[in-house]
C-alpha cells in the first residue's frame, strides 16, 4: 500500500511538470501553466504609446492656488510633458512692470514641474503690441510645431495681430508644416479660442475673420483632434468626423457646478494609441498624493468625529399635530484642540419655517455656542410626519497648528419633533411570534421618515419606506409592536441589518440633548438596541448581539404577505 501510494505521487509531479513552462522576455519572466490567474501576459507597454496632460485657463477670474495645485498633482501623475490652451497671466495692461510680475509668478510655478511644458499664448497674454513684445522677449515664438513618436503637436495663436485671428503668415506656416509631415500617424492642434465655434457664430452683417477654414482645408482628411479653451466650460464637438475639445479651467474664474455643467478644474489626460488620443477629464479634487490620509492625520479624524460636532435639541409636542410656532436650540460644539469654523444652511418647507435660516461661527478649543431655532407655522398646524423636516445642511472645518491644510468635514442633522404620550396599559395576552395578530391597532405611523441613509433617489414613497408601531406595557414587560412597509424584502442571511433589509429599535430613557445626540453610541450601556432581520418562522435570520439583552427580553421578526 505504501509503495503504491508513492508511485501516484510521482506520477502527479510529472503531469506538473508536463504543464508548466516558464515565461520570458526582456521585461518579464514567469511561470505559465495550463491555468493562470491572470487575463494575459501581453503587457500595456506598446513604447509607441505615450501619455500627454493639458492644462487649461488659470485667468480670467483667477482663483489663487489652484493652478500651483495641478502643478503638483502633474508631478505625482508623471506624464511625459504638459501642454496649455493658453490664457497664463491675467495681463490686458501695457504695464511692462506688472507683466514683468505677472510673468514671473507663472514661471515661478512652472519651475516646479518635473515634467516639459509647452505654452500657448491666449487673449489674457497677449492683448496688444506691448504684451506681444514681452511673450516675443520671453518665449520667441507664439506658434509652433514638433513631432513626438510619429505624433504632430501644432500650437496655433488665435491672438495672431488681432484678436480671434490666426494671421495669412501663420496659415502659411501650417500649410508648409501639414505638406512636410502628410503621414503622421495623427495631428493635434492646440489653441486658446475654439475658432470653429467663432466661425460658426459669423452672420453676413459679422463674417468670420478667424482663418480656421485655411487650417482646416490643409489639414485635409488626415486624421487629427483639436484642444482650445476660453470658454471656461468643457464641451466636446464632432466637426467633419474629428473630435474638438474646449476645456474647463486650471484656476480660471468658474462657478464649478460640475460635470453636467461643464464646470470643474481639471487637467485633461491624453493617452496616444494608434487609434488615436484617449481622452481622461482628472478632476483636481480628485488627485491625491499618498500622504492623502497618515498616521496623525487619522488620529485627528477619529478625535474630532467621535461625537458630532452639530446637534439639535427635539422638539416634543402632544397630541398628533404641531398647533403653534416651536423654538429649540442647535449647539455647535468643539470638542478638539483646533480652532473649528463651522457654517450652515437651515433648510425648511412651506409648512415648516426656520430662523435663522443659517449661520457661520468659530468655535475655540473646548468650546460650545448656542443658536436660538425658531420654527414658524406659515400654513397652520402641521402633522410633523407629513411634511419634509427641518434640516441643517452644514460643514466644519479645524485649523490645527503645524498643519498647512485644515482637516474639513460635511454632514446634516434633521429636527426630530416627537410626541409625547402616556403608555398604555397591555390588557389582552402578547404571543411573540412576530404575526401582530393580537393587536388592534399600531397607532403611531411614519409615512415620510426624517432621516433616511443611502440610495434616497431610489425610494418609491410609502410603499417602499414608511413604518407603523406601538408600544404598551403590563406589570412585567414592556412591549414594542412594529411593522416595516418595503416593496421588496431583501436578506442575507449572517449579516447585520444595515448591510440589508431589517428593523432597529432603540430604547433610551436618557434626558436630551444626550439622548438625541447619541448616534447609536455605547449600546446595552446607555440604552439598549434591538436589531433583527426577519425570517420566514418568526425566527430572525440575524439578531444583534442578543447574549446582551436584559435576561427575559423575547422578540420574533418575520416577513407578512
Not at 94 to 103: F, G, N, R, S
Not at 325 to 352: D, K, R, W
Not at 514 to 522: E, I, M
Amino acid at each position: 500500500m505504501q509503495k503504491l501510494r508513492l508511485n501516484v505521487l510521482v506520477l502527479l509531479a510529472m503531469a506538473f511538470l508536463a504543464v508548466s513552462c516558464q515565461h520570458r522576455s526582456d521585461d518579464l519572466v514567469i511561470e505559465v501553466r495550463d491555468l493562470n490567474p491572470w487575463t494575459s501576459i501581453d503587457m500595456n507597454d506598446d513604447p509607441d504609446k505615450f501619455h500627454f496632460a493639458i492644462v487649461s485657463d488659470n485667468t480670467g477670474g483667477s482663483r489663487p492656488g489652484v493652478f500651483a495645485d495641478a502643478v503638483g498633482k502633474l508631478n505625482l501623475l508623471q506624464p511625459t510633458f504638459v501642454m496649455s490652451v493658453g490664457d497664463l497671466i491675467q495681463g490686458y495692461t501695457e504695464d511692462e512692470a506688472q507683466l514683468d510680475i505677472e510673468w514671473a509668478e507663472f514661471n515661478a510655478m512652472i519651475t516646479k514641474l518635473e515634467i516639459p511644458f509647452f505654452y500657448t499664448a491666449g487673449n489674457h497674454d497677449i492683448t496688444n503690441p506691448v504684451m506681444q513684445k514681452k511673450w516675443d522677449e520671453l518665449y520667441g515664438r507664439s506658434y509652433y510645431h514638433f513631432i513626438y513618436k510619429d505624433v504632430l503637436f501644432c500650437v496655433l495663436n488665435t491672438e495672431d495681430t488681432h484678436h480671434t485671428t490666426i494671421s495669412e503668415k501663420q496659415q502659411a506656416y501650417f500649410r508648409k508644416v501639414f505638406a512636410e509631415h502628410p503621414n503622421v500617424r495623427w495631428t493635434l492642434l492646440f489653441m486658446h479660442k475654439p475658432a470653429w465655434v467663432y466661425d460658426e457664430r459669423a452672420t453676413p452683417e459679422k463674417p468670420s475673420k478667424t482663418g480656421w477654414q485655411p487650417i482646416v482645408d490643409a489639414l485635409g482628411d488626415r486624421d487629427y483632434s483639436v484642444f482650445a479653451g476660453h470658454f471656461h466650460t468643457y464641451t466636446k464637438y464632432e466637426r467633419n468626423k474629428k473630435n474638438h475639445y474646449i476645456l474647463a479651467t486650471t484656476g480660471g474664474g468658474s462657478r464649478l457646478r460640475g460635470p453636467i455643467y461643464g464646470q470643474f478644474d481639471h487637467v485633461m489626460w491624453v493617452t496616444m494609441t494608434d487609434d488615436g488620443p484617449r481622452i481622461a477629464n482628472l478632476m483636481l479634487d480628485g488627485i491625491f498624493d499618498d500622504a492623502v490620509r497618515d498616521e496623525a492625520t487619522a488620529k485627528l479624524v477619529r478625535k474630532v468625529t467621535a461625537t458630532p460636532p452639530i446637534a439639535i435639541d427635539p422638539v416634543t409636542f402632544t397630541g398628533e399635530r404641531v398647533t403653534e410656532p416651536v423654538s429649540t436650540q442647535l449647539h455647535v460644539a468643539n470638542y478638539s484642540e483646533g480652532v473649528m469654523h463651522a457654517s450652515a444652511n437651515i433648510v425648511g418647507s412651506a409648512e415648516l419655517s426656520p430662523k435663522p435660516r443659517g449661520f457661520n461661527v468659530t468655535v475655540q478649543p473646548g468650546k460650545q455656542k448656542t443658536i436660538d431655532l425658531n420654527i414658524d407655522l406659515p400654513r397652520g398646524p402641521v402633522n410633523p410626519d407629513a411634511v419634509p423636516p427641518v434640516v441643517a445642511e452644514w460643514s466644519v472645518s479645524y485649523e490645527f497648528p503645524g498643519r498647512t491644510k485644515p482637516l474639513s468635514f460635511t454632514g446634516s442633522n434633521a429636527l426630530g419633533m416627537v410626541t409625547i404620550g402616556k403608555l398604555p396599559k397591555r390588557t389582552a395576552p402578547v404571543v411573540v411570534d412576530g404575526k401582530l395578530n393580537e393587536w388592534k391597532s399600531l397607532p403611531h405611523v411614519c409615512k415620510n421618515p426624517q432621516q433616511v441613509l443611502g440610495l434616497v433617489d431610489s425610494l418609491k414613497g410609502p410603499k417602499d419606506n414608511s413604518f407603523r408601531f406601538a408600544v404598551e406595557h403590563d406589570a412585567e414587560y414592556v412591549y414594542i409592536a412594529a411593522r416595516v412597509i418595503d416593496d421588496e424584502v431583501l436578506t442575507i442571511p449572517n449579516l447585520p441589518p444595515w448591510f440589508q433589509d431589517g428593523i432597529e429599535i432603540r430604547v433610551d430613557a436618557r434626558p436630551d440633548p444626550q439622548r438625541s445626540a447619541n448616534r447609536g453610541k455605547r449600546e446595552m450601556t446607555d440604552h439598549l438596541f434591538f436589531a433583527f432581520v426577519p425570517g420566514d418562522d418568526g425566527k430572525p435570520v440575524f439578531s444583534f448581539q442578543p447574549h446582551r439583552l436584559p435576561k427575559g427580553t423575547q422578540y420574533a421578526c418575520r416577513t407578512l404577505p
